[in-house]
């Protein structure tokens, strides 16, 4: 081979070794717990659009939010990229990551705010660039938020502590509860608080320990539980509220670790997790809160792609205040899961199968609760 006719190959393949770099490149992550992805189906015409999730301790966000958000999304819009993220529980975090899909083009936020107060500097920051904010399940407070689609969070509180008297007064108990309440950074927390206090209080039990728990971390909460007994002693107490089923896991852990039967101490929950269901069919925690997210994540698509195209979003029929605004919302409405329902709500909604459900030790509790 001559030396011209090498330097003319030589500079071919330099070329084609940039252009696949270049086409590498265009999907590296700026922030760990970050990834885009593109449509695949459905109309065209859309921006890019961010997830912007809180964290992952509360396994719906990665098992129920995100795959039920990406798929209706990519329906609705063929050429409407996700950018996603999560925080993993770190208000700073979350705030980069915003920059970082704001960068990338984002032309829509849902953001499920790690901190409801501090997200309003993300807000602030998307307004600058004209870009719309969906309050997603949690609610921003004090920003001009465009858009909050959540649950009814107070009934959330209420059905809580609705399920947890009226089951300790069926079985005749009177004494003291222990409250284990959620991350004091998230706006909900405040808001299930609010419902169960508003039924606890006036109940005739007595709450002896009352905590909030940072991060709404399980390990946290067992913590806090074990300190409640450690007070309380054993026998002190006839029944736990946990805010959700992580909680609620940490503190039934607390009594197993310590010589406490939670068979027969009812504990709430909220969220509908698996090892919750189970703990329920196991007789371990009296009951959770089911909160359809498959239509909360899809009502989310709906308003994401409508905003990322430029087309009129679909109605908000409620409006919620958030310190700065009355915020067009869509709310949906929670329900009390105990055994006696598992079957007409979390295995009819497809939520969890049986076969998912009903494993190994669990299977006999199943058949016992008519679950097959």
Known sequence: MSRFK???????????????LA????DDDDNGGSS???????????????????????????????????????????DCPIIY?????DAAKQQQQAEAAITKGA???????????????IVNRAKQSQIPVISYDRLITDADVDYYISFDNEKVGKLQGDALVKKLKDDGKSGSIVM???APTDNNAKLFKQGAHSVIDSSGFKVAKEYDTPDWSPDKAQTEMEQAITALGKDGFVGVYAANDGTAGGAIAAMKGNGVDPTKIPTTGQDAELAAIQRILAGEQYMTVYKAIKPEAEKAAELAVALAKGDTPPAAADKVNNGTKDVPSILLNPVSVTTDNINDTIVKDGFWSVDEICTGKYAAACKKAGIQ
């Open 6 to 20: 090498f330097i003319a190959v030589a500079a071919v393949l330099v070329g084609a070794f940039a252009l696949a």
């Open 23 to 26: 086409a590498c490149g265009g």
């Open 36 to 78: 885009t992805s593109g449509g695949s189906s459905g109309g065209g015409g859309g921006g890019s659009i961010a997830l912007l999730l809180p964290e992952s301790k509360t396994a719906r966000y990665e098992s129920q939010d995100r795959p039920n958000f990406e798929k209706k999304v990519k329906e609705l819009c063929s």
């Open 85 to 89: 993220s999560n925080a993993d529980q």
């Open 107 to 121: 032309k829509v936020l849902v953001l499920d705010p790690v901190d409801a107060a501090s997200a309003g500097a």
């Open 180 to 182: 284990i309440n959620g």
